[in-house]
């Protein structure tokens, strides 16, 4: 039970809906999605043959604007956990104040084992099965995990073909070409790292003022729109698990404002230099060689030992149920930071905070995807396009502003920040179905 992410969605909207002081009804309305929507398809395989997929697309709710969710392609992908996905989704939305709802979708396949043109096939029968929901007003699909911006590029021209004419703004994390925003590549990881270098401010960790850095950053990427502004990271050591686009721009960004990113794993193990890794060599390194083992100066390391490293900061970026009842003890970490959707178990929770482990629950911390995809998706709306500086600023100006709002939530009720921020949340939800209302 513990680790069905539906239950423990529900859980989590549960005790936080008690000291935000929400009535059962209202609890009731919020642990259950709106809408749920099951496909069963035929796609054609590059041998001839013909298999049957499962696909799902849930939309949690549409209380504060459209719905508002990735796509994922994974063999364990169940509805519930699907159904959790659009929870969290709906309570990120609301953390961060964009006027979004929740929703996911997910596809039961191992995409590792396909083609590019089974993917290619399956995406779009996937998406003509669930256009009768989608479209840029309804409900706006993005990248989760193994799709990406290619796979966004499928759906909208699957969707545009059906209606004749281009529809960019019905998915976010589109390719640059077809009106993608500038920044969305790397907006969840960049969000992680704006977190977790307002947490080490908040722990009273050496971070250098703007004067104190000016001349390091100016060899630094100019568009970053990070300059005069921020703060430098100057002596935390940073581990991460999972090597995709969160992970692997999380270590990047954290390494670039002045962190030693020590150790690093994907799904086949992780590598461990306490002198800090080369992220951009590590990039090139996966993508030529498919993962992160034996890369240059590196000792192996199991993937679950990992997250049991002394560190002062430890970010699970892949999957859920990674720090459990069974693990929690052992984290050394000083703070959490929450890449992936649903990495650690509501037991895990408790038992983190009694340690005093600083934990940035995914709500908050990996909300910068979903912030630039709503840049992304107003762009495409206004047929504009934005300077990546100014996405940056945008992002970072909302992500600093969620986490302070979220830790004053946590001071004044005396919880943890995951509780903070889904009383936050649920707040806003809340006002939001009762200011509308029930129909009839
Ligand atoms: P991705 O497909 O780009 O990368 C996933 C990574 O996880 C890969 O490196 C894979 O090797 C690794 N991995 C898988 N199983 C692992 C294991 N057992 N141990 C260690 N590594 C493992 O996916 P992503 O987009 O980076 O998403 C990662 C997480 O972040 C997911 O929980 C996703 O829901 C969440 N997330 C993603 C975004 C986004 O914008 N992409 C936004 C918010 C949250």
Not at 3 to 18: C, F, G, S, W
Not at 101 to 125: D, H, Y
Not at 268 to 297: C, Q
Request: a neutral charge; hydrophobic letters at 40%; glycine letters at 8%.
């Amino acid at each position: 039970m513990e680790k069905n992410p539906y239950e423990i969605a529900k859980q989590q909207i549960e005790i936080a809906a008690r000291k935000a002081g929400i009535d059962d009804t209202m609890v009731e309305w919020l642990k259950k999605p709106v809408r749920e929507l099951t496909v069963n398809f035929p796609v054609k395989m590059d041998d001839g043959t013909t298999r049957i997929f499962t696909g799902y697309r849930v939309q949690h709710s549409m209380a504060r604007g459209p719905c508002k969710g990735g796509i994922r392609y994974h063999p364990d992908v169940t509805l519930d956990e699907v159904r959790a996905l659009a929870i969290w989704m709906t309570m990120k939305t609301a953390v961060v104040g964009i006027p979004y709802s929740g929703a996911k979708g997910g596809v039961i396949c191992n995409p590792k084992e396909m083609s590019q043109g089974e993917l290619e096939r399956l995406t779009r029968r996937y998406t003509s099965e669930i256009s009768i929901i989608i479209g840029p007003e309804r409900d706006i699909p993005a990248p989760d995990v193994y799709t990406n911006p290619q796979t966004m590029a499928w759906i909208m021209d699957t969707y545009s073909m059906n209606k004749g004419y281009s529809v960019p703004a019905v998915v976010t994390g589109k390719p640059l070409s077809i009106g993608g925003s500038q920044g969305r590549a790397e907006a969840t990881g960049r969000g992680v790292m704006f977190t977790v270098r307002e947490a080490l401010k908040h722990l009273d960790y050496k971070v250098l003022a703007p004067n104190q850095w000016h001349k390091r950053i100016k060899a630094e990427k100019k568009n970053d729109g990070d300059e005069g502004t921020g703060y430098r990271i100057d002596s935390a050591t940073v581990a991460v698990q999972g090597f995709g686009n969160v992970g692997s721009v999380s270590a990047n960004l954290l390494r670039r404002k002045g962190a030693k990113v020590i150790a690093i794993s994907d799904s086949k193990g992780g590598v461990l230099n306490p002198e800090g890794l080369d992220i951009d060599k590590l990039v090139e390194y996966k993508k030529r060689t498919g993962s992160v083992l034996d890369f240059e100066d590196t000792e192996k390391i199991n993937g679950m030992d990992l997250l049991e490293l002394e560190c002062d900061v430890l970010i699970p970026a892949a999957l859920e149920n990674q720090i459990t009842e069974d693990n929690a003890d052992n984290i050394k970490a000083k703070i959490v930071a929450e890449g992936a959707n649903g990495p650690t178990t509501p037991k895990a929770d408790k038992i983190l905070f009694e340690k005093k482990v600083f934990l940035i629950p995914d709500i908050l911390s990996n909300a910068g995807g979903v912030v630039v995809s709503y840049f992304e998706w107003i762009q495409s709306l206004q047929q504009l396009c934005w300077i990546e500086r100014d996405v940056n600023v945008k992002l970072r100006e909302i992500m600093v502003n969620a986490f302070n709002n979220v830790l004053e939530v946590s001071k004044e009720k005396k919880v943890d920040m995951r509780e903070a921020a889904y009383i936050l949340a649920l707040k806003k939800v809340a006002e939001a179905l009762e200011i509308r209302g029930v129909y009839p």
